[in-house]
Structure formats: C-alpha cells, structure tokens
C-alpha cells in the first residue's frame, strides 16, 4: 500500500468553529479547576443518593459508547477480513482515541480520591471481583493500545516510516487487543450495574446486561463511523463513502433487530414486560428507547433507506441517541437509590461535560487537519482556499 | 474468512433468540456464585425501635466517638451555623441518623397510622456485602472473624461504587471536600479493640442499639417473640452483659419479623419494630445478595482468564492471518 | 371584673392603683398592706402566666369583705399536702388562712376539736351553702363500703359527697386526692380512689403531685376567686397553666439528655457531674408539671428532685408514680417528634433548575439544528453533484 494513503487535510486551523469550541473548553477547564479547590460537592448536584451523575454517565459510559468506532471497525476489518472498509479505519481509530482518552481525563475529574489512582495497579489492592478493578484495567490498557493503533499517523507525519514498519509487525497483535478490551470492558460497563440489583428498574436490569451493552457499543460504534464519515465528507467537501457505508448499514440494522427482538423476547420469558406499561417516566423511556433502535433498524433494512445519504445520516444519529439513551437510563433514569433522592446534573456540571465534547470535536479537527488521518482522494491534493 | 457475512447475522440473531428463550431466571441462576456463611464469630447489633426514644444521644456519641465533623443541611443554614449538628441522613460527615416516621396526628408512637416510629439508619454489615464485592482496591473488606466491615482510606481510589451498589445506601463520599473521602460505619473496631462497646450502642440509654455476638443477639430476639406483648421484662443496655443495669418495661407488639437476616444475603445488624420495615424506610430486599449475581457472571466470563485468553488468542490469528494476506495482496 | 385581656401588654402604674395609703395597715386583712398584698397577688398571677392587670383584680377579690369559705377534708393521706402549704411564703401561711381565704373546717388546723369543730363544719356548710370551696386531701377508700376511713362515725365517702353537695368549686389536692396515690398502689387493700371517682357528677380541679407545688394549688384557688371559674384544664382535670408542659421540655439536664451523657447510677461520674437521670428512671419525658420552672420552698433554682439529683417519679401523672417501678424507664411522650428529625423517605436531592434545563436544552438544540443543516446540505449536494458529475 503506498505511504499517502492517509493524508492531513490542509485546511485552515483557526476556523470559528474552532474559537467556539476552544471558549467551551475554557469554560469547563473554570469549573475542574473550581472541583479540585473546592470538592466535587461545589460544582456537580451529587448527592448521598446518586453518587455517580453526569460526569460518570455521559463522559466515561457513553462516551467510550462512542469511542467504539475504532473497535467495532477493527473487528469488521481485521478479524472478519471486510477490507473494503479499510479506508474508514483510522478516522474511526481516531474517534476511539479521543472518546477513551477524554473518558480517563473525566475519570481523573470524578474520581474523588484521584491522588491514589495509581492503587488500581497495585497488586497487594488488588481486588479481582470488581467489576469495576476489571473495568479500569481494561480502558486503561485500551487506551495504550488505541494510541500504539493509531501511532502509525503520527510515524508517517514525522517520515518514520521504518518504525512503522517495524510496528507493522507486530500490529496484529495490538488489533487483536483492539478488539479484545473493549469486548471485555464495554460488556463490563453493563456488569457494572449487576450489582444495583432492585435498585435498578426490572426493564433494564437483566443477567444480560453485559450482552446488552455489548451489542449497543458496537452498534454505536459502526453508527459513528457512518456519522463521522457522513459529516466530514460533507463538511470538507470530500467524496461520499456512501457505498460502503450502505454495505455496512445492511449489518447494524439487522444485529439491531436481532437486539429488540431479544430484548422484549427475554423481557416477556421473565414477566416484566407488564412494566413497559406501567405509565411511568421508566415505562416512557423504554418506549422512547425502543422507538429509536427500530427507526434506525427500518431504514438500514430497506434499500432506499439506506441508499439515501440523508436517511441513514438520520439512522446512524438515531441509533447514536438510542444506544446513549440506554445507558443514560440504565445509569440514572431507572435507577432508584434506597432513599429518597432526586438528581438532575447542575449548570457547572453540564458546561464541564459540554466543554469535554467540545475538546473532543476540537482535538479531532485538529488531529485530521495536521495528521495523516483520512483516506486520500484526489480533491483533497489541491485545497482550495477555505 | 470462509464465514459468509449473510450467515454470520443469521446465526447471530437465531442464537440470541435462542439465549433470549431460555434466558428464564432460572438460567440465570446457574451464574449465581454460592452465598456467604455468616463468620464464626460475627458481632452484630440488634436496632429494636420500639425502646428506641429518638434522644439522638448515638448520633452524637457516633460523632464524638469517630471523630466526625459537625453537619449543617443547607436548608438550615440561615439559622444554623454550625453549632448544632442535624444530618437528615447519612452522608460523608454523619456515620449514623435518626429518622422519624410520621403519619396523620402522630399520636401514639410505634402505631402505622396517625402515629410515629423512630428508626437508625447505619451499616447493617452484611453477610455478603455489595461494597466489599464492588471496590476495585480492596479499601472495603470484611473481617473474617467478626464480620466487621471496614474502610481504608488509604487505598480508596474514590470511585463511589460502593455508594453506587449498596443496597442499602450506607456508604456515602464527602462531597463538600477537595480530599473526600468515603464514610461508614466500622462498628467502632477501634473501642472494640479495646474491649468497649461501639459508641452508640453504650450510649442508648433504653437498649434500643444492643451490642453483642449475632447468635446471642438471635436468643435475644427469640426471648423478646416469645413473650406476651406487655409482660415486663427486663431489657438490656448496652450489651448482653450481666454487669449493666437492665431496665424494666412492657414487651412491645412486634411485627412477627426481624429485618436483617433474610435481606440480600444476611446482616449482622438486625431491626425489630412495631411498624412495618417500609414505613421505616428500609428497603424491601430478596433473600439473595445481589453480589452473588454479580460475582457469579463475572466469575463465570472470566474464570481464571481462560476465556479471555482463547479469545485472544483467536483474534491473534485471524488478525495475523488476515494482515498476512492483505501484505499479499498489496504485493 | 375580667381585666385579663383588657390590660394585657400594659405597664400596670401599681402606685396608681393602690393610691393613697398603701402603706397603711388594711383593716380588714390583719394588718397587711395593700402594698405587699398587691405585690403577692401580681406574683400569683405571674405565677400563673396571666397579665399583671390580673394581679389587681386579684388583689381586689382577696381584699374583698366577704372571704371565701373553704371546707378542707382529709382522707388517706400524710398530710404532706398542708405541710407543704404551711411553707408557701408569699403569701404567707397566717395571711392565707387569715386574710385572703376563710378557713371555716380543716382537720389539722382547726381550733376546736371533736364535735365542736364537726358542728362549726355543718353549721358553715349552710351558712355558705353554693358559695364554699371545698378542698380534698388525700384518697377515699371504697371497699367494704368505706370503712377504712371515717371522721365522727362517717365514712370518708360519706363526707366527700355531703360536703360536695353544698360546694361551689372542688380542689383536690395531692396526688391521693387526685387519684387515690399511694393508698391506690397495687394491691389497693382499702380500694382507694381519687375524690372525683366519689362525686362524678361534679369538676373536680386535680391539683397532683406528692406534694403540689403549694403555689400551684394557691394560684388555682385565685383564680376560682377572680374569675368565679375554674382555670383552663387538661384532660386530667389539672390546671394547664401548671401542668401544661413536660417536665423533660424545661428540664435544667436536658442538654445533657440531648448529648447523650447519662448517670448510670446513683453516685457515678456522670451522677455527680449533673448528667441526665433518664437512664435511671426519670419520668420527666412523661410527666407533666411545673417543677422545674418555679422550683419548691423559695430556696431558688434547682429546688426540685431532679436539681437535687433524685430521678422525678412522675407524682403528677396518674399511671406514673406509685405505678411504674422507680427505675424503669420513661415512655418520652413528646405528642409529636420533634419537626427537627429527618423523615423517612423525605425527598432530597436537586431538582431541574432553570439554568441547567437552558443548557440541555441548548445542546439539543444545537445538536438539532447542525443535524438538520447536515441533512440539508446533503440535499443540496446530492443534486449538486447529479448535475455537475463532479467527484
């Protein structure tokens, strides 16, 4: 394969969009500053009931929800050999780096006692039951293996190519890696909430709940890759991928069917069906829920559907919401605490998890703008002037 | 990769409806791991809130004992400034609470309706308790012994799980402080290494919190059941020990039921009451722990890594393989 | 004569009212003044939580020609009661019984003896017929018809009823008058009973206690005197303004109560350092009375069983003393728990605030909006390049 392959995109740096995003960074940076001066106490709504709120959920659970991409492509194109998709690889690696590095940094900002993170890896604390030791071990060696994945963009911006060579080697076993943590840990992320038992609503909690976040993280993970490949193609006035996309949309939509279908057959077979009409907020999200896995469902499946770009922009966005909702609801909606408490995250508290988005986006333009990231096409060899 | 793609879904689907078929609780109990024995020799605390008189004299026993900040609710802070301690629940500066249940004209106390009940909320040392199976730093452990359950904040990584995955929401972080940490009742392990009573438990001037082994406490209760609601009898204080001053009054009318030792797995801290175990806030639990189920899939994907390790292993080979072949092809 | 509300939140000019001379011995009063009998009687009042003003009219209705006629009849009891009087000092016992009620018959203080005094007793009784108060100490014994306790040949029962009969008010004074006290104490032998259970027909005002506060009793009859009836009463026929409260509510220990620091026994550390006695059997937390807020004997504070480090034995409570073993410990009848307790399942916990639902619904909307201009743009392009076949 020839070096260019990947190219940066030369475009200017300093956009508006950029100003804008840089603003909400600084805005979040004020209130991580304000939690570590003050507590976490000062800036997020915790409370004795829901120890774990925005941050947690939206930063670390969804988020490396969405950091998938990287997974679930690599398992398409080098464990079932899909080469086809290989040139939307490395933006999805990329996209998996960010969400699992952004998702450690709002580990470091929630974790209450951060100054003895490094406990985890201490054998004599060591404590294998936790599904949460299982967890943090699994992102963080993730995250190391997202960066080596991903380091031949920056080999080949810097001309060491050698290197990358070199690494090439032994690549397959990084890949295998690849697949292999975020397979353990995003399957985790549901067992996580094994434990929560009668706290949480019967809709959610189910002994599958590894399975269950499992097949969501990796329909999110192939919905953000249609997504990203779908937005910056339209946005940098790149040739569509949509053939491929459209191939590879055939398959999420039936994993998604075969999804719901297990999801209510397994529901029915314990009896709590009943719950999904029992009126209330969980019943409503349920619906919701399920409403947005089969919208994307419906399009993948039929062929106009998933031939118009604009469509399964709309499944890949609704399928991105759905699985976000899962977890949102499995995390906080349908959990109860023992006492009676409420929660709803705080301004300071949505501004720190806005401002991680937007670093995230940020760090993305940035990275595809200066690294050889995306698959090289002929327009993007004479820029024009933007 | 001989494996059709079209095929690969079909069996995807048809295997997870198959997994969704049996899924039945009853497969589900094959992950469960075995429950926890209660440890020889398990100390325990016997909560009866019928004697209880809401004094508050163990909240501030509790405080002083363990050392614990004085606590102010925001709501009352325009008249209190912190020269009065008043926690409304357990948090990450009050170890223990008194909560009162109140309904209609609260005349009579111990009484469900237009009546009153006081009840303590603190850790219930569970037989087999969520924090401890939860912590991924081993801070929270259980003696073996006395079944005591105890926080290190040294190996704290401040994660909140705990708080996350008790069922009963005893743990709680200080949220209010930049170097928080969890806070939970640990039984007073430092008096009891000194021979003493837990801070509450001596201080309960009417033997509401009984201090005592958990098969002495179980006696206790059964003497308790098996009198006649308004024979006197003579309670204890403190502990079981003959050398406290009992004090005289009237069997209350129990519910025939004690909380604790057939919620989630067990606890070493039992409740008797007069008004139902709800009304007190206390959380209507099955008799499993939930650990159990958690431990018990965990254990089951994970047992000794080998999973893992042939998945590995697999996708090692086919990512070789593959990378081999493309190197081919491009060649 | 109710000058209660009229005066009340007034400076009372005492001077004013006592006008010229009152320092002059009052004739018909013994040779007290109107000064110190104005100040007594603003005491009774303050006693008593009325206005100032109330003192005045006391002053005048004691001061009045016509004293009242008080029948006093003792039945099983210690005398303990009339002693306790005879050591009130404002007033004093001589300018009670002399100058501000006339003591027509009372077993212990009377001057005659015998069937003298018994004849005096009937004689006063229809001469004053409808206007005496009559004044019970001590509990009335019922079985075998009473006979357990008689005066010239009548039964105690007997007399409460005759001399009930003729009454404009009932006192009973004591906890034995109230309800049988310590005559009544398991087994009962005598059937003793309190003297309202002989006269059910009639109010009976319980004054309790083992003895009553002698100012509490007085206070009462003051007040029977100004205003022609009974004060307020509490379901148990006491005066509120005396037994209106817990005694745990104004208990000098009950800082100690509330931070958990209790004597063990008598004599331990916490026992002499003044700790609570709850845990060796006050009944304060279920006894209501006075005590500690006007204390016994005008020593000044702390006069009372629990200021002298004795645990209070509920005397003012019917199934208290004499009931309940001394040791055991109080039912705290608080009516309710204090607002200050948390309550089970109240709701805590931020809600939706304005700013955050601004936020959120902000990045919806932007969310939203980029989407949709997204998918507009894809329109647009999609024609675009079917008609230039670029790309």
């Known amino acids: 394969m020839a070096t260019a392959a990947h190219q940066p995109l030369a475009r200017r740096i300093f956009t508006p969009t950029m100003i804008v995003l840089a603003a909400l960074v600084a805005v979040a940076a004020y209130f991580v500053a304000t939690r570590f001066m003050y507590g976490l106490g000062a800036v997020t709504n915790l409370n004795q009931g829901y120890p774990w709120g925005m941050w947690v959920v939206v930063d670390i659970v969804i988020g490396t929800a969405f950091g998938c991409g990287g997974f679930a492509m690599a398992l398409l194109v080098y464990i079932f050999n899909r080469n086809q998709y290989h040139r939307l690889m490395r933006p999805a690696l990329l996209g998996g780096l960010f969400g699992y590095t952004l998702a450690g940094v709002a580990v470091m900002i929630d974790l209450g006692r951060y100054w003895q993170f490094y406990n985890l890896l201490l054998p004599w604390y060591a404590q294998p039951s936790s599904v949460m030791f299982e967890v943090a071990l699994c992102v963080l060696a993730y995250v190391i293996v997202l960066w080596i994945e991903f380091s031949p963009a920056f080999l080949e911006r810097f001309g060491l190519y050698k290197v990358r060579d070199f690494l090439r080697r032994f690549m397959f076993l990084f890949i295998a890696l690849g697949v292999l943590l975020p397979t353990m840990h995003q399957s985790s992320l549901g067992s996580l909430l094994l434990v929560m038992g009668s706290q949480l609503s019967p809709l959610w909690y189910t002994t599958w709940l590894p399975l269950m976040f499992l097949v969501t993280a990796l329909a999110m993970g192939y919905a953000v890759v249609m997504f990203e490949a779908t937005v910056v193609s339209n946005t940098f006035n790149l040739p569509s991928e949509q053939p491929i996309l459209a191939k590879l949309s055939i398959m999420v939509g039936w994993m998604m069917a075969g999804f719901l279908l297990f999801r209510f057959a397994e529901l029915a077979l314990r009896g709590d069906l009943v719950h999904a009409f029992a009126g209330d907020l969980n019943a409503l999200m349920f619906w919701i829920e399920t409403a947005l896995f089969l919208l994307p469902v419906a399009i993948f499946l039929t062929p106009g559907g998933r031939e118009s770009q604009r469509l399964m922009f709309l499944g890949a966005v609704a399928l991105l919401v759905a699985g976000s909702l899962y977890r949102l609801d499995a995390y906080l909606v349908a959990y109860t605490p023992v006492q009676n408490y409420t929660y709803f995250p705080s301004v300071p508290e949505l501004m720190v998890t806005v401002g991680v988005v937007a670093l995230e986006i940020l760090l993305y333009l940035l990275f595809v703008k200066t690294l050889p990231v995306l698959h090289a096409h002929e327009p993007a060899r004479t820029p024009k002037a933007r | ?331 | ?391």
């Open chain 3, 1 to 391: 004569m109710d000058v209660t509300h009229a005066t009340r939140g007034q400076d009372i000019d005492f001077d004013a009212c006592l006008r010229e001379g009152a320092d002059e011995p009052l004739p018909g009063l013994g040779g007290i003044t109107r000064r110190s009998l104005f100040k007594f009687c603003a005491g009774v009042a303050a006693t008593m939580g009325l206005p100032a003003g109330a003192g005045i009219s006391m002053a005048k209705a004691a001061a009045a020609p016509s004293r009242p006629p008080v029948i006093w009849l003792h039945g099983q009891e210690c005398t303990g009661c009339t002693e306790s009087l005879l050591r009130s000092y404002h007033p004093t016992l001589e300018t009670l019984l002399l100058d501000v009620i006339s003591l027509d018959y009372h077993d212990t203080l009377c001057v005659g003896a015998g069937k003298q005094a018994l004849d005096y007793k009937h004689q006063m009784m229809e001469k004053h017929k409808g206007k005496y108060v009559l004044v019970t100490e001590g509990g009335t014994p019922t079985k075998n018809n009473g006979i357990y306790c008689q005066v010239g040949g009548k039964t105690q029962m007997e007399l409460v009823r005759e001399a009930a009969e003729g009454a404009a008010a009932i006192i009973a004074i004591g906890s034995c008058a109230s309800w049988g006290g310590i005559q009544a104490a398991d087994p009962n032998p005598t059937g003793a009973v309190g003297t309202h259970e002989i006269i059910p027909d009639k109010t009976v005002i319980n004054v309790p206690g083992c003895p009553p506060n002698p100012y509490n009793f007085l206070s009462t009859v003051l007040y029977l005197l100004t205003f022609k009836r009974p004060p307020e009463l509490d379901e148990k026929n006491r005066p509120k303004f005396a037994y209106g409260r817990l005694i745990h509510e104004n208990c000098e220990r009950r800082a100690h109560f509330d931070a958990g620091r209790f004597a063990l026994e008598f004599g331990d550390a916490g026992h002499r350092q003044g700790f609570c006695l709850y845990k060796i059997g006050c009944k304060g937390p279920e006894t209501y009375a006075n005590c500690p807020a006007i204390g016994f004997g005008d020593v000044g504070e702390g006069a009372w069983p629990v200021g002298t480090g004795h645990p209070c034995f509920g005397c003012t409570e019917k199934e208290t003393a004499f009931r309940k073993p001394i040791h055991a410990l109080a039912q705290v009848a608080t009516y309710t728990p204090p607002t200050a307790f948390p309550e089970v399942g109240a709701q805590k916990g931020e809600g939706v605030s304005p700013g955050a639902a601004a936020v959120v619904g902000g990045a919806i909307g932007v969310a939203v909006g980029a989407g949709a201009v997204l998918m507009k743009q894809m329109g647009e392009k999609k024609k675009d390049s079917e008609g230039t076949g670029a790309a």
């Open chain 2, 1 to 331: 990769m001989a494996l059709n793609r079209r095929d690969f879904l079909k069996c995807a689907a048809l295997g997870g409806a198959a997994a969704g078929t049996a899924a039945s609780t009853e497969a589900a109990a094959a992950f469960i791991r075995p429950p926890k024995e209660m440890p020889p020799k398990a100390v325990g605390m016997l909560y009866d809130s019928t004697l209880c008189i809401g004094c508050r004299a163990c909240v501030d026993a509790c405080k002083e004992a363990n050392d614990m900040p004085v606590e102010m609710p925001v709501h009352l802070s325009d008249w209190n400034e912190g020269t009065w301690d008043s926690p409304e629940d357990l948090s990450g500066r009050t170890l223990n609470v008194i909560k009162a249940y109140r309904h209609g004209t609260m005349e009579a106390k111990d009484r469900e309706t237009d009546g009153y009940a006081f009840v303590k909320r603190h850790c219930l040392h569970c037989v087999d308790p969520s924090c401890v199976s939860v912590c991924p730093v081993s801070a929270m452990r259980k003696d073996p012994e006395t079944g005591i359950v105890t926080h290190d904040p040294d190996a704290c990584i401040g994660c909140r799980y705990c708080v996350y995955g008790c069922p009963f929401g005893v743990p709680q972080y200080d949220l209010d402080n930049p170097f928080g940490k969890i806070a939970k009742c640990q039984f007073c392990t430092h008096l009891q290494e000194k021979g003493q009573t837990p801070a509450c438990c001596d201080v309960c001037p009417t033997g509401a919190s009984l201090f005592g082994l958990v098969d002495d406490l179980k006696e206790e209760t059964e003497r308790r059941f098996a009198m006649q609601p308004g024979t006197l009898y003579q309670f204890p204080r403190g502990n079981l020990s003959e050398d406290r001053p009992r004090h005289e009054a009237p069997v209350p009318k129990y519910i025939p039921a004690v909380y604790g030792p057939n919620e989630a797995g067990g606890t070493q801290v039992h409740y008797l009451s007069a008004v139902a175990f709800e009304k007190l806030g206390l959380p209507k639990l099955p008799k499993r722990s939930f650990a159990q189920v958690s431990e018990g899939i965990q254990h089951t994907l994970y047992k000794n890594l080998i999973a893992p390790a042939l998945l590995l292993a697999g996708l090692a080979f086919f990512a070789w393989r593959n990378a081999r072949k493309r190197d081919q092809d491009e060649a």
